[in-house]
């Protein structure tokens, strides 16, 4: 996976840079200040590191020219600070991680995106939402409902379609931080078909949820569980049930990125990444190939953290429907041949300004929406300390 940028080019000057960060800056105040009037003392600290944070790496981005290495350094910090604050809370309010079935019934469980499209057939067909969570703000753990959740779903996924998962998802940041550890990949071959594992576990999550009447893939497969919150083990089912999550998670979030140097949970099995990429085509963002200067080297493929790309697409100067707008590609290209784009424009005519259009309205709700849970994480270990 390419962290650094293989064009040689100047760095953008300090002055410029700075100028195209200013709007940056300015949504960071606005969207820390009236949280931080009211926050206890390491919420302030925590909240002002994380908005200096976020308008560094935006400075770097533009002074660079590079996209994905300083997006990773968010997006690592928002998968390894939102457990420390999910986790926190949990067990202050709850006392454990395991969810008790009391709480199930009552509609108190925590909702994430990942469960959204194992709801859908279920509520068409019978009007009901097979989720133990409520649907509007209850004050519990389940905090601003499942409708709030959805609603921040569909605005990010308008805006930048399957680049939620590489800006709005809170959990994917675990596996990029273990796929940056290795220097080199142990593992290189991978065999294609397992593109198709996502479009699998969907299809079985959906129909199973359908059939069983709950969040089916909550209940079995989430690896994410291991981190979060887990079906309390209260017998052999619940027992399975949590071995399960642990080994999805030791598999997939663990030991397979640093083998591959590959985000493999979201590349081959994470259900709610093939569902994303359905609504790909909603977002005017897009990353192409420019096929007069494409050699083709095939360093971009080799980038890919999702494998988004093959040798037909580079033929065909397309990205795959799964690509999800890190910008690896665009940084390791030699020839300035991968690049942003704007649907309904020429190819590679502006394309960074395509970029710059793409990355403030990225940015603007990474820090919105991942900069609330980074400084939830900070504050929760600040709170040990200060
Ligand atoms: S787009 Fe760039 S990195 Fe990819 S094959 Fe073409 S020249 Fe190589
Ligand atoms: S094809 Fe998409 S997902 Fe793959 S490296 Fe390029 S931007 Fe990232």
Redesign the pocket.
């Known amino acids: 996976m390419a962290t650094k940028v293989l064009v040689a080019r100047e760095p953008r000057s300090v002055g410029r840079s700075f100028l195209l960060t200013l709007p940056i800056a300015l949504w960071s105040a606005l969207m820390f200040a009236p949280i931080f009037r009211e926050a206890s003392r390491p919420a302030r600290i925590a909240e002002v590191m994380t908005g200096i944070f976020m308008v560094v790496l935006f400075f770097m981005m533009m002074r660079t020219w590079s996209t994905y290495r300083w997006r990773r350094w968010f997006f690592v910090a928002m998968g390894l600070l939102f457990p420390v604050g999910f986790i926190h809370q949990v067990m202050v309010m709850r006392g454990t991680m395991g969810i008790p079935i009391e709480e199930m019934i009552a509609g108190r469980t925590p909702f994430c995106f990942i469960p959204i499209p194992l709801l859908i057939l279920p509520a068409a067909f019978t009007k009901t939402v097979v989720f133990p969570g409520s649907i509007l703000p209850n004050g519990g753990m389940s905090g601003g409902g499942m409708a709030a959740m959805v609603g921040i779903w569909l605005a990010i996924t308008i805006v930048v379609g399957k680049g939620w998962c590489s800006y709005a998802c809170f959990f994917g940041g675990i596996e990029e931080g273990m796929a940056a550890v290795p220097a080199k990949a142990a593992l290189r071959k991978i065999d294609s078909r397992w593109r198709y594992g996502p479009w699998a576990v969907l299809l079985a999550m959906v129909l199973l949820s359908l059939a069983l009447f709950e969040p089916a893939y909550c209940m079995w497969l989430c690896p994410f569980k291991a981190v979060s919150e887990y079906v309390a083990a209260r017998n052999a089912i619940g027992m399975i049930q949590n071995g399960i999550f642990i080994v999805l998670f030791t598999a997939l979030v663990i030991a397979l990125p640093l083998l591959t140097k590959k985000r493999t949970q979201c590349a081959f099995f994470c259900p709610f990444g093939a569902f994303q990429s359905i609504f790909n085509k909603m977002s005017v963002f897009q990353?192409k190939i420019d096929k007069t200067r494409c050699t083709p080297c095939v360093l971009?493929q080799k980038?890919?953290?999702?494998m988004?790309?093959n040798d037909e697409s580079i033929a065909k100067g397309e990205?795959l429907m799964s690509?999800?707008?890190?910008?690896?590609?665009?940084d390791a290209c030699p020839k300035d041949a991968?690049v942003w784009h704007i649907r309904g424009t020429e190819v590679a005519v502006k394309p960074e300004r395509a970029r710059l259009m793409f990355l403030y309205a990225a940015w603007a709700m990474a820090i919105m929406f991942g900069g609330r849970i980074i400084a939830g994480g900070l504050a929760t270990i600040l709170h040990l300390f200060v």
């Open positions: 990353v971009c980038s890919c953290p999702t988004a790309l990205t690509c999800m707008k890190c910008g690896a590609c665009v991968a």
